[in-house]
């Protein structure tokens, strides 16, 4: 099976601009959840869907937000960027989410310069 | 709430050494527990899990056994490689994975 897929790979964007990330989760997963990696924040939790709904959302602002289509593919939006969203965007997929002791499978990331 | 605190690195080995990276956790519940580690440039790659006490996880050498009176699930190998230098994270799973701050290991030849 192919693994967890994020488009792009790197982006680089302006202040005040918005962006949006896509993630590709494994063949029948219905899981996808989202993290942000910064050096000095660590791995942050920022929201799961599941089946199209978004089921669970860290502590982040509203300007972070995201969605799941009918296919399990999942988009991450970000508006009005700020220097410190500048990070690595992680997307993982499982077959039945957090909630149980799935195994969560994690994408090669999106990395976001916002200058 | 939930929270891993995990020992700070980095880390520097020869190769053949022994390594532990000390982790350990806050929860409620039962919560399943997580070694994940990347690689420079990459994603997060599953490790090994437990997801019970006294469970032991294993894999490519390394193991991490769950520790309910401890709270603790260290992670041990016994004889490192140069290609496991990596990034390693403990984490646990409730309704989300919470992540130490990870831990950097180099293993020098």
């Known amino acids: 099976k192919a693994g967890v897929t994020q488009t792009p790979r790197y982006l680089i964007k302006t202040r005040g601009q918005q962006v949006t990330l896509s993630c590709s989760p494994i063949?029948?997963?219905?899981?996808v959840s989202w993290y942000q990696q910064t050096p000095g924040q660590g791995l942050q939790f920022l929201f799961e869907?599941?089946?199209?709904?978004?089921?669970n959302k860290g502590n982040f602002p509203g300007r972070f937000s995201g969605r799941q289509f009918s296919n399990s593919r999942s988009e991450m939006n970000v508006s009005t960027l700020e220097l410190g969203d500048s990070a690595l965007y992680l997307c993982?997929?499982?077959?039945?989410?957090?909630?149980?002791?799935?195994?969560?499978?994690f994408g090669p990331g999106t990395r976001l310069t916002v200058l | 709430g939930n929270s891993v605190t995990q020992m700070e690195g980095p880390v520097t080995l020869s190769e053949e050494a022994f390594l532990t990276i000390n982790c350990t956790y806050t929860?409620?519940?039962?919560?399943?527990l997580f070694w994940y580690v990347q690689y420079p440039g990459e994603g997060l790659q599953l490790l090994l899990k437990?997801?019970?006490?006294?469970d032991k996880g294993s894999n490519k050498g390394f193991e991490a056994t769950y520790r309910k009176e401890t709270t603790s699930f260290h992670l041990e190998k016994g004889s490192v490689q140069v290609s496991d230098s990596a990034v390693y994270f403990c984490?646990?799973?409730?309704?989300?994975?919470?992540f130490g701050a990870g831990t950097t290991v180099t293993v020098r030849a």
């Open positions: 869907y599941f089946s199209e709904t978004q089921r």
């Open positions: 063949s029948g997963h219905r899981s």
């Open positions: 929860a409620t519940g039962y919560p399943s």
């Open positions: 437990a997801t019970k006490a006294d």
């Open positions: 984490a646990l799973s409730n309704y989300k994975l919470s």
């Open positions: 993982a997929s499982s077959s039945e989410g957090q909630a149980t002791v799935d195994t969560q499978y």
